[in-house]
Protein backbone atom coordinates (compact mmCIF):
# COMPACT_ATOMS: atom_id res chain seq x y z
CA UNK A 1 0.00 0.00 0.00
CA UNK A 2 1.73 3.27 -1.21
CA UNK A 3 0.36 6.29 0.92
CA UNK A 4 1.64 9.76 0.29
CA UNK A 5 4.16 10.69 3.25
CA UNK A 6 3.71 14.12 5.56
CA UNK A 7 6.01 16.20 7.44
CA UNK A 8 6.61 14.62 10.87
CA UNK A 9 4.38 15.17 13.20
CA UNK A 10 5.53 15.52 16.61
CA UNK A 11 4.16 15.78 20.31
CA UNK A 12 0.49 14.76 18.80
CA UNK A 13 -1.75 11.79 19.03
CA UNK A 14 -2.50 10.38 15.07
CA UNK A 15 -5.92 8.57 15.34
CA UNK A 16 -6.70 5.39 13.37
CA UNK A 17 -4.97 1.98 12.40
CA UNK A 18 -1.65 2.16 13.59
CA UNK A 19 -0.46 0.22 10.52
CA UNK A 20 -1.96 3.00 8.45
CA UNK A 21 -1.17 5.66 9.79
CA UNK A 22 3.04 4.68 9.71
CA UNK A 23 2.55 4.32 5.89
CA UNK A 24 1.73 8.04 6.24
CA UNK A 25 5.14 9.22 8.27
CA UNK A 26 8.27 9.55 6.51
CA UNK A 27 10.79 7.09 6.34
CA UNK A 28 13.71 6.71 8.84
CA UNK A 29 12.36 9.84 10.92
CA UNK A 30 12.02 8.21 14.43
CA UNK A 31 14.67 7.32 16.97
CA UNK A 32 13.07 4.71 18.98
CA UNK A 33 9.85 3.22 19.31
CA UNK A 34 7.98 1.37 22.23
CA UNK A 35 5.38 -0.67 21.54
CA UNK A 36 2.48 -2.46 23.68
CA UNK A 37 0.82 -4.54 21.36
CA UNK A 38 -2.37 -6.55 21.64
CA UNK A 39 -1.52 -9.76 24.00
CA UNK A 40 -3.87 -12.32 22.41
CA UNK A 41 -4.94 -13.51 25.49
CA UNK A 42 -7.73 -15.82 24.32
CA UNK A 43 -9.62 -15.74 27.63
CA UNK A 44 -12.26 -17.59 27.47
CA UNK A 45 -15.57 -16.41 29.64
CA UNK A 46 -15.08 -14.58 32.69
CA UNK A 47 -12.71 -14.77 36.10
CA UNK A 48 -13.91 -14.40 39.06
CA UNK A 49 -12.53 -14.10 42.50
CA UNK A 50 -12.81 -16.85 45.33
CA UNK A 51 -15.85 -14.26 46.57
CA UNK A 52 -16.83 -14.45 43.67
CA UNK A 53 -16.30 -10.48 42.12
CA UNK A 54 -15.71 -10.22 38.71
CA UNK A 55 -11.71 -9.43 37.81
CA UNK A 56 -11.67 -6.47 35.45
CA UNK A 57 -9.59 -8.16 32.68
CA UNK A 58 -8.52 -7.81 29.04
CA UNK A 59 -11.80 -8.64 27.19
CA UNK A 60 -11.68 -5.74 24.95
CA UNK A 61 -11.88 -6.19 20.79
CA UNK A 62 -8.63 -5.10 20.07
CA UNK A 63 -7.23 -7.71 21.87
CA UNK A 64 -8.94 -10.93 20.54
CA UNK A 65 -8.01 -12.41 17.11
CA UNK A 66 -9.34 -15.32 15.61
CA UNK A 67 -6.29 -17.55 15.09
CA UNK A 68 -2.66 -17.48 16.16
CA UNK A 69 -1.90 -17.08 12.27
CA UNK A 70 -4.25 -13.85 12.64
CA UNK A 71 -2.15 -12.23 15.24
CA UNK A 72 1.55 -13.47 13.23
CA UNK A 73 0.31 -11.32 9.83
CA UNK A 74 -1.11 -8.97 11.96
CA UNK A 75 2.64 -8.88 13.82
CA UNK A 76 4.76 -8.93 11.29
CA UNK A 77 2.53 -6.41 9.06
CA UNK A 78 3.33 -3.44 12.24
CA UNK A 79 6.89 -4.61 12.71
CA UNK A 80 6.87 -3.87 8.40
CA UNK A 81 5.46 -0.60 9.00
CA UNK A 82 7.58 0.10 11.94
CA UNK A 83 11.17 -0.78 10.71
CA UNK A 84 10.60 1.64 7.81
CA UNK A 85 9.67 4.54 10.11
CA UNK A 86 12.86 3.78 12.18
CA UNK A 87 16.23 5.55 11.35
CA UNK A 88 18.83 3.41 10.70
CA UNK A 89 20.89 3.71 14.26
CA UNK A 90 17.32 3.73 16.01
CA UNK A 91 15.86 0.99 17.96
CA UNK A 92 12.56 -0.51 19.20
CA UNK A 93 11.35 -1.81 22.31
CA UNK A 94 8.23 -4.52 22.41
CA UNK A 95 6.17 -5.61 25.48
CA UNK A 96 4.47 -8.88 25.87
CA UNK A 97 3.57 -11.99 27.99
CA UNK A 98 4.06 -15.50 27.22
CA UNK A 99 1.19 -15.21 25.63
CA UNK A 100 2.45 -13.32 22.54
CA UNK A 101 6.04 -12.35 23.01
CA UNK A 102 7.65 -15.47 22.31
CA UNK A 103 5.44 -14.94 18.65
CA UNK A 104 6.46 -11.49 18.71
CA UNK A 105 10.37 -12.33 19.17
CA UNK A 106 10.52 -14.52 15.87
CA UNK A 107 8.61 -11.88 13.76
CA UNK A 108 11.37 -8.87 14.95
CA UNK A 109 14.06 -10.85 13.84
CA UNK A 110 12.37 -12.08 10.28
CA UNK A 111 11.95 -8.84 9.82
CA UNK A 112 15.55 -7.91 9.67
CA UNK A 113 15.54 -6.52 13.87
CA UNK A 114 18.39 -7.70 15.71
CA UNK A 115 17.55 -8.48 19.23
CA UNK A 116 19.95 -6.66 21.86
CA UNK A 117 18.12 -7.87 25.03
CA UNK A 118 14.82 -9.70 26.77
CA UNK A 119 14.23 -7.96 29.88
CA UNK A 120 11.99 -9.76 32.68
CA UNK A 121 9.69 -6.55 34.55
CA UNK A 122 9.01 -8.65 37.77
CA UNK A 123 6.08 -7.28 39.08
CA UNK A 124 6.65 -6.45 42.68
CA UNK A 125 2.25 -6.75 43.72
CA UNK A 126 1.12 -8.84 40.22
CA UNK A 127 -2.62 -9.75 40.43
CA UNK A 128 -3.06 -13.10 42.03
CA UNK A 129 -3.91 -16.47 40.18
CA UNK A 130 -7.53 -16.86 41.50
CA UNK A 131 -8.02 -20.22 40.09
CA UNK A 132 -4.95 -21.72 41.47
CA UNK A 133 -4.13 -24.21 38.56
CA UNK A 134 -0.83 -22.40 37.52
CA UNK A 135 1.65 -20.20 38.78
CA UNK A 136 0.99 -16.62 39.73
CA UNK A 137 1.92 -14.75 35.95
CA UNK A 138 4.50 -12.21 37.99
CA UNK A 139 6.38 -10.88 35.24
CA UNK A 140 5.97 -9.73 31.60
CA UNK A 141 9.32 -9.61 28.76
CA UNK A 142 10.25 -6.54 27.04
CA UNK A 143 12.61 -7.07 24.19
CA UNK A 144 14.98 -4.47 23.02
CA UNK A 145 15.90 -4.53 19.14
CA UNK A 146 18.05 -2.36 17.20
CA UNK A 147 17.49 -1.65 13.32
CA UNK A 148 19.87 -3.71 12.11
CA UNK A 149 22.86 -5.79 13.48
CA UNK A 150 24.63 -2.91 12.68
CA UNK A 151 22.65 -0.20 14.20
CA UNK A 152 24.51 2.72 16.32
CA UNK A 153 21.91 2.42 18.91
CA UNK A 154 21.70 4.43 22.14
CA UNK A 155 22.58 3.35 24.80
CA UNK A 156 23.13 5.35 28.35
CA UNK A 157 24.83 2.37 29.99
CA UNK A 158 26.68 4.89 32.66
CA UNK A 159 23.43 6.21 33.42
CA UNK A 160 22.00 3.51 34.05
CA UNK A 161 24.95 2.13 36.35
CA UNK A 162 24.65 5.54 38.12
CA UNK A 163 20.78 5.23 38.44
CA UNK A 164 21.47 1.67 40.06
CA UNK A 165 23.67 2.34 42.72
CA UNK A 166 27.31 2.32 40.78
CA UNK A 167 26.27 -1.48 39.60
CA UNK A 168 25.79 -2.32 36.36
CA UNK A 169 21.92 -2.12 35.51
CA UNK A 170 20.70 -6.05 35.24
CA UNK A 171 18.16 -7.17 32.51
CA UNK A 172 15.52 -8.54 35.29
CA UNK A 173 13.41 -4.81 36.59
CA UNK A 174 11.97 -5.56 39.91
CA UNK A 175 8.83 -2.51 39.50
CA UNK A 176 5.03 -2.21 40.60
CA UNK A 177 2.17 -2.41 38.13
CA UNK A 178 0.05 0.67 37.74
CA UNK A 179 -1.56 1.10 40.46
CA UNK A 180 -3.21 4.28 43.16
CA UNK A 181 -2.95 8.05 42.02
CA UNK A 182 -1.18 6.57 38.66
CA UNK A 183 -3.90 4.10 37.38
CA UNK A 184 -6.13 6.33 35.61
CA UNK A 185 -9.85 6.11 35.81
CA UNK A 186 -13.34 6.65 33.32
CA UNK A 187 -16.47 8.61 34.08
CA UNK A 188 -18.24 5.83 35.86
CA UNK A 189 -14.66 5.03 38.34
CA UNK A 190 -13.50 2.45 36.33
CA UNK A 191 -10.26 1.21 35.62
CA UNK A 192 -9.66 3.47 32.23
CA UNK A 193 -7.37 1.10 30.26
CA UNK A 194 -6.87 -2.25 30.84
CA UNK A 195 -2.95 -2.84 30.19
CA UNK A 196 -1.87 0.74 31.58
CA UNK A 197 1.96 0.69 32.04
CA UNK A 198 3.73 2.18 35.01
CA UNK A 199 5.74 5.37 34.68
CA UNK A 200 8.67 3.90 35.90
CA UNK A 201 9.02 1.29 33.03
CA UNK A 202 8.42 4.02 30.72
CA UNK A 203 11.20 6.04 32.74
CA UNK A 204 13.66 3.14 32.26
CA UNK A 205 13.50 3.05 29.14
CA UNK A 206 13.45 6.41 27.79
CA UNK A 207 16.79 7.59 29.99
CA UNK A 208 18.28 4.34 28.74
CA UNK A 209 18.08 4.14 25.09
CA UNK A 210 16.89 7.49 24.33
CA UNK A 211 18.37 11.98 24.25
CA UNK A 212 16.49 14.39 25.21
CA UNK A 213 14.99 15.65 21.86
CA UNK A 214 14.93 12.53 20.22
CA UNK A 215 11.84 11.15 18.77
CA UNK A 216 9.57 8.32 20.22
CA UNK A 217 6.78 6.61 18.75
CA UNK A 218 4.47 4.82 20.51
CA UNK A 219 2.53 3.02 18.11
CA UNK A 220 -0.55 1.67 20.09
CA UNK A 221 -0.74 4.64 22.62
CA UNK A 222 -3.41 3.77 24.98
CA UNK A 223 -3.40 5.93 28.08
CA UNK A 224 -0.28 7.92 26.57
CA UNK A 225 2.38 6.79 29.30
CA UNK A 226 5.06 6.69 26.63
CA UNK A 227 3.65 10.74 25.78
CA UNK A 228 4.19 11.47 28.98
CA UNK A 229 7.08 10.11 30.19
CA UNK A 230 8.99 11.47 27.19
CA UNK A 231 7.26 14.89 27.82
CA UNK A 232 8.83 14.85 31.25
CA UNK A 233 12.11 13.94 29.91
CA UNK A 234 12.91 16.42 26.88
CA UNK A 235 11.71 13.79 24.40
CA UNK A 236 9.52 14.41 21.05
CA UNK A 237 6.70 11.73 20.67
CA UNK A 238 4.00 10.28 18.50
CA UNK A 239 1.27 8.12 19.63
CA UNK A 240 -1.14 6.23 17.91
CA UNK A 241 -4.62 5.12 18.61
CA UNK A 242 -7.47 4.23 17.23
CA UNK A 243 -10.09 4.59 20.30
CA UNK A 244 -11.35 7.98 20.61
CA UNK A 245 -11.82 7.56 24.30
CA UNK A 246 -8.34 6.28 24.77
CA UNK A 247 -7.09 9.26 22.95
CA UNK A 248 -8.91 11.96 24.73
CA UNK A 249 -7.84 10.69 27.50
CA UNK A 250 -3.79 10.33 27.51
CA UNK A 251 -3.90 14.04 25.53
CA UNK A 252 -5.49 15.17 29.03
CA UNK A 253 -3.01 13.41 30.98
CA UNK A 254 0.11 14.65 28.61
CA UNK A 255 -0.97 18.16 28.74
CA UNK A 256 -0.70 18.20 32.98
CA UNK A 257 2.82 17.19 32.43
CA UNK A 258 5.11 19.64 33.26
CA UNK A 259 8.36 18.77 31.91
CA UNK A 260 11.93 18.44 33.56
CA UNK A 261 13.71 21.75 33.73
CA UNK A 262 16.83 21.50 30.75
CA UNK A 263 19.58 21.44 33.31
CA UNK A 264 18.29 18.91 35.04
CA UNK A 265 17.89 16.16 31.60
CA UNK A 266 22.03 15.89 31.71
CA UNK A 267 23.12 12.17 32.52
CA UNK A 268 25.95 10.60 33.79
CA UNK A 269 28.08 9.73 30.52
CA UNK A 270 30.85 7.08 29.37
CA UNK A 271 34.31 8.65 29.62
CA UNK A 272 34.90 7.07 25.79
CA UNK A 273 32.03 9.22 24.73
CA UNK A 274 33.92 12.60 25.73
CA UNK A 275 35.87 14.58 23.36
CA UNK A 276 39.34 12.88 23.10
CA UNK A 277 42.20 14.76 25.00
CA UNK A 278 45.62 14.12 24.14
CA UNK A 279 48.40 14.34 27.43
CA UNK A 280 50.59 16.57 25.30
CA UNK A 281 47.89 19.29 24.96
CA UNK A 282 48.09 19.51 28.47
CA UNK A 283 51.86 20.54 27.77
CA UNK A 284 51.03 22.71 24.61
CA UNK A 285 48.53 24.67 27.06
CA UNK A 286 50.63 25.21 29.60
CA UNK A 287 48.34 23.21 32.21
CA UNK A 288 51.54 21.22 32.97
CA UNK A 289 55.46 22.30 32.34
CA UNK A 290 58.32 20.58 31.24
CA UNK A 291 60.41 19.53 33.82
CA UNK A 292 57.10 19.78 35.81
CA UNK A 293 57.21 16.34 38.35
CA UNK A 294 54.39 14.27 38.62
CA UNK A 295 53.24 11.28 41.75
CA UNK A 296 51.10 8.46 41.90
CA UNK A 297 48.16 7.87 43.63
CA UNK A 298 50.57 6.43 46.51
CA UNK A 299 52.97 8.69 46.30
CA UNK A 300 56.12 6.34 45.75
CA UNK A 301 56.38 6.87 41.89
CA UNK A 302 57.78 10.09 40.44
CA UNK A 303 58.05 11.47 36.97
CA UNK A 304 58.93 14.22 34.83
CA UNK A 305 56.92 16.04 32.20
CA UNK A 306 58.73 16.16 28.65
CA UNK A 307 57.73 18.72 26.11
CA UNK A 308 56.68 15.75 23.69
CA UNK A 309 53.98 15.00 26.15
CA UNK A 310 55.57 12.02 27.26
CA UNK A 311 57.06 11.09 30.80
CA UNK A 312 60.76 9.93 32.06
CA UNK A 313 61.62 8.25 35.78
CA UNK A 314 65.46 7.44 35.48
CA UNK A 315 65.93 5.72 32.47
CA UNK A 316 62.67 4.84 31.82
CA UNK A 317 60.08 6.92 29.44
CA UNK A 318 56.80 6.30 27.63
CA UNK A 319 53.11 7.78 27.66
CA UNK A 320 51.10 8.26 30.58
CA UNK A 321 50.02 4.59 30.41
CA UNK A 322 53.20 2.76 29.47
CA UNK A 323 55.30 4.09 32.32
CA UNK A 324 52.67 3.65 34.75
CA UNK A 325 52.27 0.46 33.68
CA UNK A 326 56.25 -0.28 33.62
CA UNK A 327 56.56 0.76 37.28
CA UNK A 328 53.88 -1.03 38.97
CA UNK A 329 54.56 -3.90 36.97
CA UNK A 330 51.33 -3.99 35.82
CA UNK A 331 49.79 -5.43 32.14
CA UNK A 332 48.11 -1.81 31.95
CA UNK A 333 47.31 1.49 33.60
CA UNK A 334 45.36 4.36 32.92
CA UNK A 335 48.10 7.04 33.67
CA UNK A 336 44.58 10.04 33.77
CA UNK A 337 44.07 8.48 37.18
CA UNK A 338 47.41 7.34 38.23
CA UNK A 339 49.27 10.25 37.59
CA UNK A 340 48.89 13.64 40.31
CA UNK A 341 50.42 16.98 39.94
CA UNK A 342 50.64 19.23 43.48
CA UNK A 343 48.04 21.97 43.21
CA UNK A 344 48.16 24.47 46.67
CA UNK A 345 49.81 21.48 48.20
CA UNK A 346 47.30 19.10 47.24
CA UNK A 347 47.95 15.87 44.65
CA UNK A 348 45.56 16.46 41.81
CA UNK A 349 44.43 13.64 39.27
CA UNK A 350 45.75 15.12 35.73
CA UNK A 351 42.48 14.17 34.83
CA UNK A 352 41.18 16.69 36.17
CA UNK A 353 43.26 19.26 34.09
CA UNK A 354 41.96 17.09 30.99
CA UNK A 355 38.18 17.80 31.85
CA UNK A 356 38.85 21.31 32.19
CA UNK A 357 39.67 21.36 28.48
CA UNK A 358 36.87 19.33 28.05
CA UNK A 359 34.85 21.70 29.47
CA UNK A 360 36.50 24.76 27.29
CA UNK A 361 35.26 22.35 24.64
CA UNK A 362 31.78 21.95 25.56
CA UNK A 363 31.02 25.46 25.93
CA UNK A 364 31.99 26.14 22.28
CA UNK A 365 29.82 23.50 20.74
Known amino acids: MNQR ?3 RPTDTILSGDCIAAMETMPADSVDLIFAD ?26 DRFDTFADYDAFTRAWLKAARRVLKPDGAIWVIGSYHNVFR ?13 NDVIWRKTNPMPNFRGKRLTNAHETLIWASKSEGSRY ?25 TGHERLKNARGEKAHPTQ ?5 LHRVILSTTNPGDVILDPFFGSGTTGAVAKLLGR ?31 VTRAKRAEPRVPFGTLVERGLLRPGEELLSGNGKRRAKVRADGTLSSGRDAGSIHQLGARLENAPSCNGWTYWHIRRDGRPVPIDALRQQIRDEMAGMA
Open 236 to 266: RWIGIEREAEYRAMARARIDRVVPVERAALD
Open 104 to 116: VGAALQDAGFWIL
Open 37 to 62: PPYNLQLRGDLHRPDNSRVDGVDDAW
Open 154 to 178: TFNYDAMKAANDGVQMRSDWTLPIC
Open 197 to 201: KPESL
Open 5 to 7: THP
